[in-house]
């Protein structure tokens, strides 16, 4: 084994032990654990304080021309919280290493990132690479809960420090099919929203004909899963990528790309790849899961309010009034009564919008090359991720972001979805290879 994947192991070991869990982070033990290991490297880099114990880092290798110029990240030392550690196979903040992988909460999302695009920069440095347009690392806190403190905190308050024209970042670079990998070009926005009923109070021992506020909120679950499911309008734009990029025959292609044929397609993959289904679903609408409801205190008082909050999320190009548009048709009868408001910061509320950059681009070609290097005749798919992530900050402001790794051939599809803030989170060792490697050659095929 390398030298430098033997010295990645251990750094991503510490900065699992390191246990930066959002909320609170308490991310400067991290960022100064990767400024110490850049130094130990005669690397250079500053810090950011954005608060108390909180910060970001960046480090650059200034460009001989103006440009372009490409960032490693923003990549996030900050992880989320472990609900049952005994479920774990090992302590899950023990940076464990064993059977080919390096167990511990964030060792997924997104720590191997960190540690492999911090040695891919080191070795460019050490050998002296002179890149076309500046080349920047950029480590941040704050993403599991917003990036107020982090990536959004530095294109606030040092823009200058966070210039590109283009990055790469989590999440990418898993193999959906042989030769095939995924990689990000976008994201779905979220707009969370609580619906408030009103009843009338009333004694629980007679309950002919009550308004009762509990039952509205019930009805409006139900019928909002529907919706979802069978009703709010659908597109197959980015489930196309997917066809196209997996080379499917007619038959598969027609299945996944005709929207008609989209319930029937769902109910199948249902049955064989229940995951996948969750993913094809999400990419073809607005997704909206009422998941928490709310209603009464006594068992015989017929409650007077009652809400629901629903976690919305929105494909590209879904504002909020199509949100808002879609939330009615979705409560039918009840919306005249529904109060709907965005939900607040305080309760938890988040809003963004969904985001793209190109699918391909001479970046994009860049990127399938650097790949190529590790993994010949493999080719990059484009896809959207169902979940929020700090490239939303970089896009809204022009910059080409991606999600871009590589991946181990033999990891699972299924690890992505299941061990990202799941138990038994791990990276295997060859990811942490691959990716170094992976970072390495694009810096050098586009900046070169
Ligand atoms: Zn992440």
């Known amino acids: 084994m390398e030298n430098s994947v033997k010295e990645s192991i251990v750094l991503l070991s510490e900065l699992i032990q390191n246990k930066c869990v959002n909320p609170p982070g308490n991310e400067m033990k991290s960022i100064q654990t990767i400024h110490r290991f850049l130094l130990e490297h005669d690397v250079e880099s500053q810090i950011f304080e954005s608060a108390p114990n909180r910060g970001n880092l960046v480090a650059r290798i200034p460009g001989k021309e103006k440009g372009p110029r490409l960032m490693f990240g923003p990549a996030h030392v900050d992880v989320v919280p472990v609900e049952n550690p005994n479920d774990w196979e090992v302590d899950p903040f023990s940076g464990t290493v064993k059977d080919g992988y390096v167990w511990g909460r964030g060792a997924l999302d997104m720590l191997y990132i960190v540690v492999t695009q911090v040695q891919a920069f080191i070795k460019l440095q050490k050998e002296n690479f002179q890149p076309k347009g500046d080349l920047t690392l950029l480590v941040v806190s704050d993403e599991e809960a917003g990036g107020i403190y982090g990536a959004e905190w530095m294109l606030k308050n040092h823009p200058e420090q966070v210039k590109t024209d283009f990055l790469v970042t989590e999440a990418g670079g898993l193999s959906i099919a042989p030769g095939k990998l995924a990689f990000m070009i976008g994201e779905k926005g979220g707009a969370w929203k609580r619906i408030s009923f009103k009843g009338t109070p009333g004694h629980g021992s007679m309950p002919f004909d009550s308004d009762n506020a509990a039952h509205k909120a019930a009805r409006a679950m139900i019928m909002i899963r529907e ?68 209603g009464g205190t006594k068992v015989n008082v017929i409650p007077a309010t009652s809400y629901i909050d629903v976690d919305i999320r929105t494909l590209p190009g879904q504002d909020d009034k199509y949100v808002g548009i879609h939330l009615k048709k979705a409560l039918g009868d009840l919306s005249e009564e529904a109060k709907i408001e965005s939900l607040s910061v305080e309760a938890g509320g988040f809003t963004s919008y969904g985001n793209a950059s190109l699918a391909s681009s001479e970046f994009v070609t860049a990127m399938e090359k650097a790949v190529q290097q590790e993994q010949p005749d493999s080719v990059l798919v484009p896809f959207i991720m169902p979940g929020v992530s700090d490239c939303r900050f970089f896009r809204e402001r022009g910059v080409g972001a991606y999600g871009f790794s590589l991946f181990d051939p033999e990891t699972p599809m299924s690890h992505l979805a299941s061990l990202a803030h799941g138990t038994d989170e791990r990276i295997s060792i060859k990811t942490i290879e691959f990716s170094q490697r992976v970072y390495y050659n694009l810096a050098k095929i586009f900046l070169g």
């Open 227 to 294: 919706y979802c499911d069978s009703k709010i309008p659908l597109t197959t734009e980015y489930l196309n990528y997917l066809a196209k990029g997996l080379d499917l025959g007619f038959i598969q292609r027609l299945m996944l790309t005709n929207k008609r044929l989209l319930p029937f397609t769902l109910r199948n993959l249902k049955k064989r790849d229940p995951q996948m289904a969750r993913v094809v679903h999400s990419l073809t609408r607005m997704t909206l899961s009422p998941n928490i409801v709310q």
